[in-house]
């Protein structure tokens, strides 16, 4: 009865050794009597007697070198031939390469040992409680690959203790282990596969019914290729975090592109054979690079992982979810009997986002624009598939996002012309097609005109007025929004400068600077340059940047706004609400005012955290001696509630649309005829 914690044990056990001795022993004494009193028996002769004693002793030397002869004999064939199996399993297991070799290496092992199973086995749970086979073989075939908890059995000790284990009578010392009962063997040798660093990845073992015939060759063998048999399960290991990683996405889990575009690809097939349809949603969020350059990149992946749950949970089992990276997520929707159903889905999942995501203390919001291509009427291939329901998504985000949109071919002549557009809009500076409209800011208790907001628009010679929506997107990817940006700087000084020229007070001119344009190292000297070149007063203008731009690396926006904020121009925070940025933060910046983004002054009155959050705003900002400028008031009802909070400054349709300069200039004689009269009254 074993149960040892073994290193390898030597050939010919002590109690075998002692047998033979005494074997030989007895018989030698026997020999040695017979041979004294047999001649005496049959001689009385002395000289015959002492002949037939040598004759004895001549066959007592002929009988024991021929024992002696076959003994060694055998012992050395026996030797050759375990050395033979031996080298031959070494080169079969050494020369198995891949896949092959655990398949080689139990087979070998079973083999050698004279053992009905061996199997090599890898964990399969991150507790490591539990393992998988990767090769087993068993009654001379290879088996399928099964799991088994460590826990009760001598592979758990093997991999507890890192080495090899040898034990005999199994089920006695192991009642719990369910595999030797299932298998029916009650002797086990078994090793820990250990790699090179110490960790351990699985186990490799040898089992049967009754002792095993080879059992030294089998702890052999397991010693041997041990180191083998881990690294392989350390590549396998890798080759699968590879092949994981090529497939799926490593933030979110999800599947990526390839993952997608592989799984869609049949399912596509299938479709056509039955005439059924399937819907393909792109989901891109709305406004996800304010999170992420305002709060950072941490909590930025958090969000894209707590949208990818909610996503999966908003979606029926069947239907398919990857994400494509970035912000973009693709859907495929099955089982669906018309298009509506594919928009009610896209329905469903807008509102699984709507309900703001809590992550590290924030509350963020997140709206999305979806895309949604049919098969097969909008392509029943991947490709054509995934570009529609691109395409589709664009147009959801142009329609104001937080919405779907079907495809439709007409969108796609859309993208064609924006390859024409963007060739144009490279001309358009030197062919002068750009123009600044103006909207008048007021200020809240008096009405007068504080300053103006210019805002770019381009004369397409055949699209008309383009707004600036609609290419300064482009202009930024293209990099043309930095001469289109110095362009406009110039022209609103000129304009400013021109209408102080033309008898009217100086007024202020705020100006868009984009995230480009913003960044680059010499803009402060091209803003001094302009000021000097227009020579007007550094006071009347004012540079507004988004939020979003101020969270992106901050120190080198604190020195950038420094450096403008010494040449004397007075710098605003424009889509103010929308970036996430604590106005905490806001101490850091030199900043002069900010501005309440449009869309939170439009539900003034209607949705109460808006409308608590434009109060909010107004009031910290005062503490910080920042101004307070409202965009986007359109009605009486906003701009008293603003006045209430004491909002310094305003602009909207309520007053005025962004107009031409002339325009400006003649409200702006208007109201100074206005006042003249108010201070003649007086
Ligand atoms: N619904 C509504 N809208 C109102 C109201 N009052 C003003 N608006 C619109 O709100 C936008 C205000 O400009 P913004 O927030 O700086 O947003 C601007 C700004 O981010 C960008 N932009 C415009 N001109 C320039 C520029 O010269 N350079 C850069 N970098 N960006 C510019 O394009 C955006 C859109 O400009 P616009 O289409 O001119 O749209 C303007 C204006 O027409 C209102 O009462 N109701």
Request: with cysteine.
């Amino acid at each position: 009865m074993k149960f040892t914690l073994s290193r390898l044990r030597p050939y010919g056990s002590p109690g075998l050794i002692r047998r033979i001795v005494a074997v030989y022993v007895g018989l030698g004494i026997l020999w040695i009597l017979s041979s004294n009193y047999l001649p005496r028996f049959f001689y009385e002769d002395s000289t015959q007697q002492a002949r037939l004693e040598i004759v004895f002793d001549i066959l007592l030397v002929i009988l024991s070198s021929f024992a002696l002869a076959w003994f060694v004999g055998r012992f050395f064939r026996a030797l050759n031939a375990q050395q033979d199996e031996f080298y031959r399993m070494i080169r079969d297991v050494g020369s198995a390469r891949g896949s092959d070799f655990f398949a080689t290496l139990v087979r070998s092992l079973s083999e050698i040992a004279g053992a009905d199973y061996a199997f090599v086995a890898r964990f399969s749970d991150e507790s490591e409680r539990r393992v998988r086979t990767v090769a087993a073989f068993g009654h001379g075939q290879l088996l399928e690959n099964f799991e088994f908890e460590l826990e009760g059995t001598p592979c758990g000790i093997a991999v507890k203790q890192g080495r090899e284990l040898v034990v005999d009578q199994l089920r006695q010392f192991f009642p719990m282990d369910h595999l030797a009962e299932q298998l029916d063997v009650d002797s086990y040798v078994g090793i820990a596969l250990t790699d090179c660093s110490g960790k351990v990845h699985g186990v490799m073992a040898v089992t049967g019914k009754g002792p095993l015939q080879k059992q030294r060759l089998a702890e052999a063998m397991l010693e041997l290729f041990a180191v083998r048999a881990a690294a392989a399960l350390e590549g396998m290991l890798s080759r699968e975090a590879v092949d994981y990683l090529s497939l799926y996405d490593s933030l979110t889990g999800l599947p990526n592109r390839r993952m997608f575009a592989e799984q869609l690809a049949p399912i596509l097939v299938q479709a056509r054979k039955h005439s059924e349809i399937r819907a393909v949603l792109f989901l891109d969020l709305d406004r996800f690079k304010n999170i992420n350059d305002s709060l950072g990149h941490a909590i930025g992946d958090l969000l894209l992982k707590a949208v990818a749950t909610r996503l999966t949970r908003s979606l029926r089992h069947g239907d398919l979810i990857a994400r494509l990276g970035g912000d973009e997520f693709m859907i495929l929707l099955q089982g669906l009997t018309n298009k509506q159903d594919a928009a009610k889905i896209a329905v469903k999942v807008l509102d699984s986002l709507r309900p703001p995501f809590k992550i590290q203390g924030h509350d963020l919001h997140v709206a999305s624009s979806i895309g949604i291509a049919i098969s097969p009427e909008d392509g029943d291939d991947v490709d054509t598939l995934l570009k529609n329901a691109d395409t589709a998504m664009n147009r959801a985000k142009e329609m104001g996002r937080n919405n779907y949109q079907f495809f439709a071919v007409e969108m796609s002549d859309v993208s064609i012309t924006r390859l024409g557009l963007e060739n144009d809009l490279r001309k358009a500076l030197e062919r002068q097609e750009l123009v600044l409209y103006y909207q008048p800011q007021y200020f809240m208790d008096s009405e007068r005109i504080n300053g103006v907001e210019a805002l770019l628009r381009w004369n397409h010679p055949k699209r008309g007025m383009i707004p600036p929506g609609d290419f300064i997107p482009m202009a930024e990817e293209t990099g043309l929004i930095v001469p289109i940006g110095s362009w406009v700087l110039r022209t609103a000084c000129e304009q400013c400068m021109a209408w102080q020229h033309a008898g009217l007070a100086p007024i202020r001119v705020a100006v868009n600077l984009s995230a480009r344009q913003f960044h680059q190292q010499d803009l402060p000297d091209v803003v001094a340059g302009i000021l000097q070149e227009t020579g007007i007063d550094p006071e009347c203008l004012e540079l507004e940047i988004t939020e979003s731009i101020l969270m992106q690396n901050m120190e080198t926006t604190v020195d950038q706004l420094v450096r403008l904020m010494s040449l004397g121009v007075k710098i605003s925070i424009d889509d103010f609400g929308t970036g996430y940025s604590s106005l905490n933060y806001l101490k850091r910046f030199p900043l002069h005012a900010l501005k309440i983004d449009r869309s939170f002054v439009k539900d003034i009155g209607e949705d109460s955290d808006d409308t608590s959050i434009v109060s909010a705003v107004i009031a910290l900002a005062h503490t910080l001696s920042l101004e307070v400028v409202a965009e986007g008031v359109e009605t009486e009802a906003q701009r008293q509630f603003l006045r209430d909070q004491n909002c310094d400054r305003y602009q909207g349709f309520l007053m005025s649309r962004p107009v031409p300069a002339e325009r400006i200039r003649e409200m702006l004689v208007e109201r100074s005829a206005a006042d003249c009269e108010v201070a003649a009254n007086v």
